[in-house]
């Protein structure tokens, strides 16, 4: 399943990852690079929950090799399409891919995880390592061949489509019984749209930094092509540790004490990587992909215990809608970056981790399976992140 998930987040890394050669190669504006990004978030974000609503319903196995071979073909035809209508047209076929994967296998993730914070993690780190590999991946293939090589993209969807494939064989059974367990516990929608608040602006901060990061430091320290993707590398790559290192330090610390911290973090770390010049940017990409990245996983657990009735629904929007939903903003931060400069586009997102932060506060650790819902344990107020 980790392995599956990398070959189909790659894509979701690759359209950040190709905002760079869209620039260069057909003088694409800021705003217009960015709407590339829009495309392939906006349909996902509307298509998501209803597969997420789908896979609570009944178990849709074929779904994942299906999904990583769209995802694949909408970025491997981006860099041949005539136009920027069709090149828009296919990211968003790419993005509908990536919608289609997610509720299901988290829902069968969560299932083999049996609530252990580390075994999802796993899970996650599959998908943010394909996010990481996505910028190497692309300078691959295009620094070398230009977007007319983009085909050689598909790889990786033909790779996780076999993978897939062979996981849904060998689950069997068990894997339909899986994606369909028995519902305990009560909803608490007020809690979980709090939390997806929180994770819509922890989205709005990656996707545009995503999209423009490379650009960035390029203009910063005067690199080339090699200069903004190693920054785009950190970005991701820190994410694939963060996201391992947070299901550790949840099961010693608890998740929303983790999460608040993560926040907090988070606001230094954008401060630090808009406002400092020189080299130490990239010390600042890391400490954001940090801050980014340790609650990736435990937003997904958090959202399934808040709505235990409804996993495929909880994860389609933890794991799919509100990270898709940073894409909308991306046009935005592009019109702004185009108006008046890529420095003042990036200081917004210092804030909006911070906005997260205060939605967090007050949201107490759901309660375990078979009690009520309202028992929910009250915050340790010696933990300063609770207040």
Known sequence: MSLGHACVDVYQGAVAALVPYFVAERAYSYAAASGVVLAASLLSSLVQPLFGVLTDRRAMP???????LTAGAGVALSGVTGS??????VVAVSGVGVAAYHPEAARVARAVARGRHTAMGWFSFGGNAGFALAPLLVFAVVATGGLRASP???????????LCAAAVRSAGSGARSAAAPAAVGEDDWGSFLRLSGAVVCRSVVFVGLGTFVSLYVRERTGGGEAAGTAAL????????AGTLAGGRLAERYGRMAVMRRSYALTVLA???????????????????????YVPFSLHITLGQDFLPRRAGTASGVTLGLTVSVGGLAAPALGALADATSLRSALLPLIALPALGRLLLCGLREPAPPGTAATAAEPPDPRDPAAR
Request: net charge neutral; glycine share 10%; aromatic share 10%.
């Open 62 to 68: 074929w779904l994942l090799p299906l999904s990583a």
């Open 84 to 89: 920027y209508a069709l090149t828009l047209a």
């Open 152 to 162: 050689l993209l598909v790889v990786p969807a033909l790779v996780g489509a076999v």
């Open 233 to 240: 590398f950190v970005l991701y790559a820190g994410g694939a």
């Open 270 to 292: 954008v401060a630090g990587l808009v406002l400092v010049p020189g080299p130490p940017v990239y010390l600042f990409v890391a400490l954001t992909s940090a801050g980014l």
